[in-house]
């Protein structure tokens, strides 16, 4: 599987970005549950938010939750990310990633557990 994310930008403190990840190769994203992560300058790669092969679960970590939105559209290939409320701590490259499991299996939070990986889209968060 191949994916492309893409959507990132530079916006203002309190700005909203809407993040989406495509399967490039056409392959089909429902045996995956989809995730994405950040990583700063000099940090490493932190967990945001994962949602089930079905749509039905979602996770988040503490610091996104009530601002962003983690989505999917089986239909078409996509798995979104909705941030709103942007800080400048958001500021970071935004990786999504595709995890294979079966349908019951709990949210993967550690990257290491993710089999295929997007390019990366950067978020600039102005002050």
């Known amino acids: 599987v191949q994916l492309q994310a893409s959507g990132g930008g530079l916006v203002q403190i309190g700005d909203s970005l809407g993040l989406s990840c495509e399967s490039s190769?056409?392959?089909?994203?429902?045996?995956?549950?989809m995730g994405w992560f950040r990583q700063a300058p000099g940090k490493g790669r932190e967990f945001i938010a994962a949602?089930?092969?079905?749509?039905?679960?979602?996770l988040y970590v503490d610091s996104v939750k009530g601002r962003f939105t983690i989505s999917r559209d089986n239909a078409k290939n996509t798995v979104n990310l909705q941030m709103n409320i942007l800080r400048p701590e958001d500021t970071a490259i935004y990786y999504c990633?595709?995890?294979?499991?079966?349908?019951?299996?709990?949210?993967?939070?550690?990257?290491?557990?993710?089999?295929?990986w997007g390019q990366g889209t950067q978020v600039t968060v102005s002050s």
């Open positions: 190769s056409g392959r089909t994203l429902s045996p995956y549950a």
């Open positions: 990633a595709a995890d294979r499991v079966i349908n019951t299996a709990p949210l993967n939070t550690d990257p290491s557990g993710y089999d295929y």
């Open positions: 949602v089930s092969r079905g749509g039905g679960r979602t």
